[in-house]
Structure formats: structure tokens, C-alpha cells
């Protein structure tokens, strides 16, 4: 991108404010010698011209003195030797200095204006601009030079680039009313104003030869070169921006030169560049550098100031770099690991095992073996974050320890990783220590979630598991839906239920008797969608014809319920509808219905009444008495008072009762039979442990409710 022509003037009186007058030339001004200081000055000037640092205080005090006419000449002096040595950047870093302290020297004024000419002269805007800034006369040339350049940066024809709205070229410049139009390549219909303030702020000036300019003006080459050479490519994207780039912002401005679905095995390929480094995090930054040496040299200052845990990450991420980087990256986690051998044993292992994985034939400081021995050795490798040291860990486990099974049934308890899950898995096939775990994680998912969960995704694939597939299977998929424990995992297990999947499967296994308590508890389930349950009963009734005849379906209500409930549909139908009936039609009498306010209101409430009536109909004739004496409280059931008592010491006990949509008030700790909480607790008996609101609790009693 190409730099400002004028400087930020704090910087520069900032850094003028830290540079003292030589004090012999200070005696000599205290002295009055001013001949002496002009002979100074003029040896330096012939001597060292580029010493600023001595030569700028010196002026500044003439200023000061009221000694103009000799500064001047000084000056001019100084800036004819600079020019004869060809020194561009010195001249220039010397006009925007002497400005700072002598604003209305011309030929420090007229120098920066050169500057700005060679960068912008060839601007169609430029005599109207320079006419408009007024830099011969204005009273502040910083100010009045900035707006200048910042008006020749933004003029028209000027390539710039907003985010969001891409590539567009300034249309047209208002500087009068303070305004630039822009004309994007997207929109070319709707030309968008700002004010030159916010151009500045906004806009990314876009100078010749910019990738974002060339993909307008000549896209095909650059596909071309995306696909022959994606090294001159990157390198074209970075020489343009000068500037380190999100991974999202490359592909922003190589979109359409590199298409979606070709971008995941472009950027594969171009980010193994070596003058690129790319940083950690969940948001890595690119940067480029000028040779592989310069962005190795990056990366081994970013990795000598990294904790332990980022070093293994920069070691992963660059093992593929120079061999000189990654051995002194190695050598440096081979110390560490020694160092943290105590303190965190797990990370000291991870490190050792990303050693090994770096380079087979180093010698090591610390042992895999030394590791894998120790008791703890299930706790370390699970606490490995690295998916394929992890793998390694295990396999060495295999290779080392006699108990490796023991080892293995331990890390399955909570092992998440489905690759791993599938490792371990095959390591015990066919073991007596497997069958176990799986008869375990089978009727108490909570107990080994993550290898529950693997078992749900490999049931139908794995012969050895397709026997599992009945109606205790199915059963306990139904409650692991409804558990917060497995929140996270809902959406992918709801998928099971479909047409072809793990629970229609399981179905094909299930008699009579278990194909209607399944009906029920599917529909007890809070979690599961209704077009699955419908889904689920049409294939239980394909298979057993008679099971939904056999099916009670009953809407569970006290007598005191169902006798409010009575008396308030009769209420709908013998006063209310009928009172907004004739309200319906005095309304209509008013006239045009389209807008009578009064009959629209009157019709809504009329729909509302009625559905509210035919609802009450339907929960009333369904409905069934929970009679006291025939609650069981051998388990829970519907009209059962529960005392639950705290697994944790300290808690407090809860009573809640289970009872009908009607009477539900959790307030006073009181549950509908359909609320998901309560229906997990339904047939559970006295001493489970059961969870109730995410909190574990044992069943100390069971009462009927009106004890």
C-alpha cells in the first residue's frame, strides 16, 4: 500500500523534544558568537549532513533568536548538499521537521509540496485540489498538506476497497461540500457518499498494480496464476496490503480468483510457503516475510517467549520447516519437558510424545517407557489434548504394559474422541473386560458417556453390537434424550429415532407388550419431536395392528381439577360465546367489514373462545381421576409425593409431587406427569439415584399426594 507523503507532526515534535542543542553551541549562543555557530553548522553540514539530530536545535534556537535570515540560508545550504548526494528520504524527514518549528518557511512548504507532486501529480484533481488546500497561504501548513494528500489519496479514479462492500473506484470528489462518491464494482447503480474524514477512515486506498485492482481489471491471468503458481500469488496479496492478514481475509480478496470450493486445497498448498508464518490461536494471523529465513527467524522469537503448552502448538504447526528451526525447537521442549516433569507430568508427556513424533531418532532427555509405567499413566493420557499423541500414548500402552486391558477399559470410561473411542474398542475385542463395559455403558449411559455415545453411532455398522438392539436399548435412548447430561449430544441422538436408524431397527425386536409401553413412554417424552413419535407409531402399527386399540391414552386430573375444569366450560359455552355471539352480530350491523374494527375484535376473540372450549371438551371426555387409593408407591406414578434427598452432604431435601398438566405449580414444587423432569422419575423406586433440575438425588420416600 502506498505510505503518506506527510508525516504525523506529534511524532515529530515529540521526537524533536527529546533532542538538545550540542552545549558548545550553547556557550557559543550564550556568547553571542554567532559567526561561530554559523562555521559549526556549515563544517557539520559539509561533514555529515544526515546529522539532523545536531544540526535541526541549532535552527530552532536561531528561530527563537529572531535569526531568520541565517537559518535561511543555513537551510538552503543544507537542503542544495542533500539533493547533490541524492538523499530523497533525508530531504524529506528534514522539510516536515523544520515545518514543525518554522510553519511559514516556503522552502520547507514548497519541498513537501515536491514530494506530494512526484506521489500524486499525475491526479486528474490535482490543480483543484492544490488550489482548494491553499498550502501558500494557509496558516498551518501540516494541516492544510494532510487534507491535501488525504484528497489526492481518495480522487477520482482512485481504486479503494470497503469490507463488505468489496472493490469500488471514487466517481467523483465535491471538495467544496466536503464530499467523495464512491462507485463499487458490485453496485455500480448506487454511488455511496462520505464525507473525507470518513474516506480516510473507511476506505483502504488501493495504489497501481494492487491485486484487488487487477482482479477487476484483468481476472482471468490471476486465475491462471492461482492455479500454476499459488507462491507468486500469496506473494502478490501480501506485497499489495503490506500488512498481516486474517485467514478470512485472504480468502475475502482472492474470492472469485479462487472459487469456495477450490479455496480448502488452495490454501493447503499456499500456506506451506515458507516466507509465510501463521500465528496460534482459534484466529490465527498470516504474516509474509521477505525471505523463509525472516519468517523462521519470526517463529523462533514467537516460540522463545511461548509457554510449554503454545511451544507444542508452534512445534506442530512449523515440524515442517527448517531443519535448523525445528531442532532448536526441539532441544528446547526436550528441557522443558525435564523441567515440568513433576509439576505437570501430563504436558511433560504430551511433550515427550510430540518429540518422538518430530524426530523418530532423537535421543531423549525423558522416556515414553518412564511415562507409560506410572500409575497415574490413564490420568496422563487423558488429559493429552493432542488427538494423535494421544493415539501414540495408547498404542505404547499396548506395546508395554502387561494390564494394557485394564489400562484401556479405564481410559474408555472417559475417553470423547470417536477416533480413539474406535482404537481402544478394537484393542479389547472379543475381551471379557469389554463385554462388561459395554453391559455397563448400556444401562447407565452417564457412566462411560463418551464410549454410550460411539456405541449409539456404531450399532448398526458392528455385528458384534447389532444384538444389542432391543427394547431395553431403545428404552434407555428414550431417557438419555431427556437427560441435560446429554444436552449437548440431543440433536445428533434425536437423528436415531428416524425411519431406518438404531430405534426403527431395534423396534423389529420388540413383542407386543414392549411395542405398547414403548408408544407410551415415546409419547411421555418431553424431547422427541412429534412428527418422530408419529413416525414411530406408524411402524409399531404396521408391525402389531392391534397395539394402538390397546393403547389408554388418558389425561390425568384430580376430581377438584377436573371439577374447575367442568364448570369452566360450561361457562365458554353457556356465557361467553354466546355474549360475544351477539356482540358478533351488532358489530356486523355497523357496516363495511373490511373496516369495522369492532367485528374484527369480536370474530378474534370468538375463534379464541372456541378453540379454548373444543380443548377443554377434548382433556375432559379424556380425562382420568387420580384416586388416591389406587396410587401405587412401590415406585413413582402419577399422584405420588417423592422426598429426594441430596447426594452431596449439605443439600437440602425436596418433596415434589407428580401430578396432571391441570394441577402443575412448580412453585409449590408440584409437576405435571408430562414435564420432563418429573416423567424421569416416573417408576424409579426407593434408594435409586435419580437427577431432578441437574442435581443428583437418592428416593428416600414415596407417599401418595394427599398425605
Not at 42 to 55: F, H, T, W
Not at 73 to 78: A, G, I, R, S
Not at 220 to 226: I, M, R, S
Not at 630 to 646: C, E, F, M, N, R
Request: glycine residues 4%.
Amino acid at each position: 500500500m502506498q505510505k503518506t507523503i506527510i508525516p504525523d507532526i506529534e511524532k515529530i515534535q515529540a521526537s524533536l523534544s527529546h533532542t538538545n542543542i550540542d552545549p558548545e553551541i550553547k556557550t557559543l549562543f550564550d556568547s553571542s558568537k554567532m559567526d561561530e555557530v554559523e562555521d559549526r553548522v556549515m563544517n557539520k553540514i559539509e561533514s555529515k549532513p544526515e546529522d539532523l539530530d545536531y544540526i535541526l536545535p541549532i535552527l530552532r534556537a536561531l528561530i527563537r533568536r529572531k535569526g531568520e535570515v541565517r537559518a535561511e540560508m543555513l537551510l538552503q545550504l543544507l537542503v542544495d548538499t542533500i539533493r547533490e548526494k541524492e538523499k530523497t528520504e533525508l530531504e524529506y524527514e528534514l522539510f516536515s521537521s523544520v515545518l514543525t518549528f518554522w510553519p511559514e518557511n516556503t522552502l520547507a512548504r514548497a519541498g513537501l509540496m515536491e514530494h506530494i507532486q512526484k506521489a500524486y501529480g499525475d491526479s486528474p484533481d490535482y490543480e483543484l485540489l492544490v488550489n482548494h488546500c491553499d498550502i501558500e497561504n494557509s496558516r498551518d501548513p501540516f494541516q492544510a498538506l494532510h487534507l491535501l494528500e488525504t484528497w489526492l489519496r481518495f480522487g477520482t479514479g482512485q481504486g479503494v476497497y470497503l469490507p463488505q462492500r468489496g472493490v469500488g473506484r471514487i466517481k467523483e470528489i465535491k471538495p467544496r461540500l466536503n464530499v467523495v462518491r464512491v462507485e463499487f464494482q458490485e453496485n455500480k447503480s448506487e454511488l455511496l457518499s462520505l464525507r473525507i474524514t470518513e474516506a480516510e477512515r473507511l476506505l483502504e486506498f488501493l495504489p497501481k498494480g494492487h491485486i484487488l485492482l487487477e482482479k477487476l481489471e484483468n481476472l482471468p491471468a490471476l486465475q491462471t496464476l492461482a492455479k500454476e503458481n499459488p507462491d507468486e500469488l500469496i506473494k502478490k496479496l501480501f506485497t499489495s496490503v503490506d500488512r498481516p492478514l486474517k485467514v478470512s481475509e485472504i480468502k475475502e480478496h482472492l474470492s472469485q480468483i479462487i472459487t469456495p470450493k477450490e479455496w480448502s486445497s488452495w490454501w493447503s498448498k499456499a500456506r506451506k510457503n515458507p516466507q509465510l508464518t501463521i500465528s496460534s490461536g482459534t484466529k490465527p494471523i498470516v504474516s509474509w516475510s521477505d525471505s523463509a529465513a525472516d519468517a523462521d527467524k519470526q517463529i523462533g522469537e514467537e516460540f522463545a517467549k511461548a509457554s510449554p503448552r503454545e511451544k507444542l502448538d508452534l512445534l506442530q504447526k512449523h515440524s515442517d520447516r527448517s531443519e535448523e528451526l525445528v531442532s532448536t525447537m526441539l532441544d528446547n521442549l526436550a528441557t522443558t519437558a525435564a523441567a515440568i516433569k513433576e509439576s505437570k507430568p501430563a504436558l511433560a508427556f504430551e511433550t515427550i510424545l510430540a518429540i518422538d513424533k518430530a524426530a523418530k531418532n532423537r535421543p531423549e532427555t525423558e522416556s515414553i517407557g518412564e511415562f507409560i509405567a506410572r500409575k497415574d499413566a490413564p490420568a496422563l493420557i487423558t488429559k493429552i489434548k493432542d488427538r494423535t499423541l494421544r493415539k501414540n500414548a495408547v498404542a505404547a500402552v499396548k506395546d508395554i504394559r502387561e494390564d494394557c486391558a485394564d489400562i484401556f477399559i479405564r481410559l474408555l470410561r472417559t475417553e470423547t474422541d470417536n477416533q480413539i473411542v474406535t482404537l481402544l474398542y478394537e484393542s479389547l475385542l472379543n475381551t471379557k473386560e469389554l463385554e462388561t463395559l459395554l453391559s455397563s455403558a448400556v444401562s447407565d449411559p452417564e457412566s462411560a458417556s463418551g464410549f454410550y455415545l460411539w456405541i449409539c453411532r456404531n450399532i448398526l455398522t458392528r455385528p458384534e453390537l447389532n444384538r444389542r438392539l432391543d427394547y431395553t436399548f431403545a428404552q434407555k435412548l428414550v431417557g438419555v434424550i431427556n437427560n441435560p447430561s446429554f444436552k449437548s449430544y440431543h440433536a445428533s441422538l434425536r437423528k436415531l429415532f428416524d425411519p431406518g436408524n438404531v430405534v426403527d431397527k431395534a423396534i423389529r425386536n420388540f413383542d407386543k407388550e414392549q411395542a405398547i409401553n414403548f408408544l407410551s413412554l415415546i409419547d411421555r417424552s418431553g424431547s422427541l419431536e412429534s412428527y418422530r413419535k408419529e413416525d414411530l407409531r406408524s411402524e409399531i402399527n404396521r408391525m402389531f395392528p392391534d397395539s394402538e386399540e390397546e393403547k389408554e391414552e388418558y389425561f390425568y386430573t384430580t376430581a377438584e381439577a377436573l371439577d374447575r375444569k367442568r364448570k369452566e366450560f360450561e361457562h365458554l359455552t353457556k356465557v361467553e360465546i354466546p355474549e360475544n355471539t351477539e356482540q358478533l352480530r351488532k358489530a356486523k350491523e355497523l357496516g363495511d367489514l373490511r373496516e369495522n374494527f369492532e367485528y374484527k375484535a369480536a370474530r378474534m376473540r370468538q375463534e379464541m373462545l372456541s378453540s379454548r372450549a373444543k380443548t377443554l371438551h377434548d382433556q375432559i371426555s379424556m380425562s382420568k381421576l387420580i384416586v388416591p387409593e389406587s396410587v401405587d408407591t412401590s415406585a413413582v406414578s402419577i399422584g405420588a409425593k417423592v422426598v429426594l434427598k441430596p447426594v452431596e452432604n449439605g443439600g437440602e431435601i425436596q418433596t415434589i409431587t407428580i401430578l396432571g398438566a391441570w394441577e402443575s405449580d412448580p412453585s409449590r414444587h408440584i409437576y405435571s406427569h408430562q414435564a420432563p423432569a418429573a416423567n424421569a422419575l416416573l417408576g424409579k423406586k426407593k434408594s435409586d439415584k435419580v437427577e431432578f433440575n441437574n442435581i443428583q438425588f437418592y428416593i428416600e420416600d414415596i407417599k401418595v399426594w394427599n398425605e
